[in-house]
């Protein structure tokens, strides 16, 4: 069986839950059980887990979506508590990052991950890794012809400079579930289209779901109809979304889209 439950969330489904600009869930497969990103915080991170009775749970392994600080900000606090934890992420997570919304400032890891390295287990790879049975990431997100979920505002250093980020370190999760996978996203920088298409490359399994964050809110009603367009070619696999996705995003999709579409706030948990 496959559980993933949401710890971090900006919507909470609890009272006694934080909620955070951010994200984490965890992935309860077979083959053991896995933090999908840690959220914006330590604090809010450590404290969901707490009220969800999951402190002192066993968690073999993280694996971080991208470097943004809403998902990697509760890193540290975790490693403070299991310093030994494998932890990961695309080959380019340690890229500088750098928001200029308001003035520059720097929105990427906390911990550089030479830092990393010397606290936990690192493993940093552009291919897909199997991370547990049944778990794998996608590796890079390429060729990316569809529309990307990115910001003008987000910006990296190439070669001494800033330059619009590309999101080259953006990775999803691939999940066994039964007879088929789910795509377990994070912010999906890379575009849904592009990570359906950079998964159907090597996997064949009939898609169930796509739980997390999508970075659909700003996108055009043309793409929206798309991504309705491209799911109903995969089966009309049910959709559990959240963080990035947005209001306007997910009431579109709702009414567009045959297949279920569900939020997926701090405490919601789905099981295939």
């Known amino acids: 069986m496959l559980r993933l439950r949401c710890i971090v969330e900006h919507g909470a489904a609890l009272p006694a839950l934080r909620a955070e600009h951010g994200l984490a869930v965890l992935v309860e497969a077979d083959g053991g059980t896995l933090l999908w990103d840690t959220g914006g915080s330590g604090e809010t991170l450590l404290h969901n887990l707490e009220v969800l009775g999951l402190r002192r749970a066993p968690i073999d392994a993280v694996a971080l979506s991208h470097a943004h600080l809403d998902h990697t900000g509760g890193l540290a606090a975790l490693l403070k508590e299991r310093p030994t934890l494998p932890i990961y992420a695309h080959a380019e997570i340690g890229r500088p990052r750098f928001?200029?919304?308001?003035?520059l400032y720097a929105v990427g890891l906390a911990l550089h991950v030479d830092a990393l390295a010397a606290h936990a287990e690192l493993h940093l790879a552009a291919e897909p890794c199997e991370i547990l049975p049944g778990v794998s990431t996608t590796?890079?997100?390429?060729?990316?012809?569809?529309?990307?979920?990115?910001?003008?505002?987000?910006?990296?250093?190439?070669?001494?400079c800033l330059v619009t980020d590309p999101y080259a370190d953006d990775i999803s999760l691939v999940l066994s579930a039964g007879e088929g996978i789910v795509l377990l996203c994070g912010c999906c920088h890379a575009g849904l289209r592009n990570t359906l298409a950079t998964v159907r490359?090597?996997?064949r399994e009939p898609?169930?779901?796509?739980v997390g964050g999508t970075?659909?809110?700003d996108a055009r009603t043309e793409e929206l109809d798309a991504i309705v367009e491209a799911l109903t070619r995969?089966?009309?696999?049910?959709?559990?979304?959240?963080?990035?996705?947005?209001?306007?995003a997910i009431a579109h999709l709702a009414g567009a889209y045959d297949g279920r579409v569900e939020p997926f706030p701090a405490g919601a948990a789905v099981a295939f």
Do not use: F
């Open 139 to 160: 590796g890079t997100i390429a060729p990316r012809p569809y529309p990307a979920g990115g910001s003008p505002l987000h910006e990296t250093l190439q070669d001494g």
């Open 207 to 210: 898609l169930r779901a796509v």
């Open 201 to 203: 490359r090597t996997r």
């Open 215 to 217: 970075h659909l809110h």
């Open 234 to 248: 995969e089966g009309s696999p049910a959709l559990y979304l959240n963080h990035c996705t947005g209001a306007r």
């Open 99 to 103: 928001s200029v919304r308001e003035g």
